[in-house]
């Protein structure tokens, strides 16, 4: 069985880190078959949306498997962080790969530390489970992150949350996450991917290019002033605007009320 499994349903990928026997920590190899998926993610032209997910029902994903991943870092010295600068962890989603504009949802359904809070925080809406607990316990290890996860938890939860988690090494429940903007929603753990896959449902109704655009322009405006975060907005949202066909059928659907999952009196399915 591979360590990562890969499927197409329609225009969603679904990426599963295939390891529960060690809660779906990440080895070389599983490193270099999630490269190959997130490459095939981004180059599939009918694929729009990726799911992530842990086998079982312990862990999402412990990070590095340092059995694999210390041995490779021995005796490097300072090289090694100019090596790993173009390949970030979990085959490069949090460095390297880390523009792909297609949206990638995150299912944490247990465990998520050290690179799995990193990978996890590389995706950009996560749903956990009931069960699920955040942590990164790097520095338990004589280490710190390296793979965006302070950069991304700073961004996301802001500095407190960051110096809290990477000073104690303690993790954090599903609910606090929830309270912390690390996470979108809490579900119980039997519902969480029906709650993946409405919430995909819910990206997928609408315009395809609008949606990458909005990646996009939200990516490139994190850290930027006011006035070039504005005039980056507008040039890519004006952009879509003046060339999308798109928008005068969706428009007229809109003013017929009949565009997908519509509410209250004039309610439509997605």
């Known amino acids: 069985m591979s360590k990562v499994l890969y499927e197409k349903r329609g225009e969603v990928a679904y990426i599963t880190l295939n390891r529960p026997e060690v809660h779906n920590a990440i080895d070389v190899d599983m490193h270099q078959l999630l490269r190959k998926a997130w490459e095939d993610f981004r180059d599939d032209p009918h694929l729009?949306?990726?799911v992530l997910t842990g086998a079982g029902d312990q862990a999402f994903c412990a990070g590095a498997d340092l059995k694999t991943h210390v041995p490779e870092w021995s005796g490097v010295g300072p090289m090694l962080a100019r090596s790993k600068l173009a390949d970030g962890f979990a085959g490069g989603i949090t460095r390297g790969l880390h523009r792909i504009y297609k949206p990638v949802v995150a299912a944490l359904n247990g465990w998520t530390i050290g690179g799995g809070l990193e990978l996890a925080l590389a995706c950009?809406?996560?749903l956990a489970s009931d069960r699920a607990q955040l942590g990164s316990f790097e520095l338990r290890r004589g280490m710190h992150p390296a793979d965006g996860g302070i950069v991304r938890l700073v961004n996301i939860a802001g500095a407190g949350i960051a110096l809290e988690m990477e000073l104690t090494g303690e993790p954090i429940t599903a609910q606090r996450a929830l309270a912390a903007n690390l996470v979108a929603r809490v579900v119980p753990h039997d519902q969480l991917m029906a709650a993946t896959d409405d919430l995909v449902a819910r990206i997928l109704r609408n315009d395809r290019r609008a949606v990458e655009s909005a990646?996009?322009?939200?990516?490139?405006?994190?850290?930027?002033?006011?006035?070039?975060?504005?005039?980056l907005e507008a040039l890519l949202g004006y952009a879509i605007c003046g060339d999308n066909p798109a928008i005068k059928e969706r428009s007229e659907q809109f003013f017929a009320r009949a565009d997908k999952g519509r509410v209250g009196t004039t309610a439509t399915s997605l």
């Open 48 to 50: 729009r949306v990726a």
């Open 124 to 126: 950009d809406i996560r």
């Open 215 to 231: 990646k996009e322009t939200i990516l490139e405006v994190i850290g930027r002033p006011l006035d070039d975060q504005l005039r």
